[in-house]
């Protein structure tokens, strides 16, 4: 079974431009989640769907960034414009259900310069 | 919100001893306790997990323990090995719509 995943792995884009990332979950988990991860730090949700619903974006800063998961499956996290402090790892997770194992996949590392 | 604190940073062991991290939460009300294991440039893995009705699993050589009252929960892993070398995360999950919040992560390195 295909565990998480995500594209592109690497993305170098200068600041001010536009930049998006895609995640396939597990086939039959509901719940998926974005995390952001800066070097030596723990990841940092934010978003959680439950199938095609956004439960918890309260760590999404929305005035840059969106997130959508139209069909309760795939998703996508955009961020428009970057900044420089947005270059991190961005994760992607999902699982059964927000108590069940959280399943990552390899994550995209974003440089903004 | 929830805060969670890990300790320490880093920390090396020789080969064979045993490796023990500790995290404190702040909301009691938190009532699952995973712990991941990323090593450096993959992703994280679930390698324990102990739910608030339990003071204590085990699996194999790991082992977390959880004390509600004082609201800590550690991580021990006897017999270390090389390849245990990896930064280990705790978290902490409460209930609704509380997000799974992660500690800052320690830094193992078994000494071969």
């Known amino acids: 079974e295909a565990g998480v995943v995500q594209s592109p792995r690497y993305k170098i884009i200068e600041k001010k431009q536009p930049v998006a990332f895609w995640c396939n979950p597990i086939s039959g988990h509901n719940t998926l989640y974005w995390y952001l991860q800066n070097l030596g730090q723990g990841p940092e949700l934010l978003i959680r769907?439950?199938?095609?619903?956004?439960?918890?974006d309260s760590q999404l800063p929305k005035d840059r960034f969106s997130a959508e998961r139209l069909k309760g499956v795939d998703s996508t996290l955009k961020i428009q414009p970057a900044e420089l402090g947005d270059s991190a790892v961005y994760l992607c997770?999902?699982?059964?259900?927000?108590?069940?194992?959280?399943?990552f996949g390899p994550g995209t590392r974003l440089t903004v310069l | 919100g929830e805060n969670v604190e890990q300790h320490p940073s880093t920390l090396s062991v020789q080969e064979g001893d045993s490796a023990v991290i500790k995290c404190t939460y702040s909301d009691s009300a938190s009532n699952y306790f995973p712990w991941y294991k990323q090593e450096l440039g993959k992703r994280p893995q679930l390698i324990i997990d102990i739910r608030s009705n339990v003071g204590e699993k085990k699996d194999q050589r790991i082992a977390v323990t959880l004390n509600k009252t004082a609201k800590h929960f550690s991580l021990h892993i006897t017999e270390t090995q090389p390849e245990d070398s990896a930064v280990y995360f705790c978290a902490a999950l409460g209930e609704g719509n509380t997000p799974l919040v992660f500690g800052k992560g320690t830094r193992l390195s078994v000494i071969a």
């Open positions: 769907y439950e199938n095609e619903e956004a439960v918890d």
């Open positions: 997770a999902s699982s059964m259900g927000v108590y069940n194992e959280q399943f």
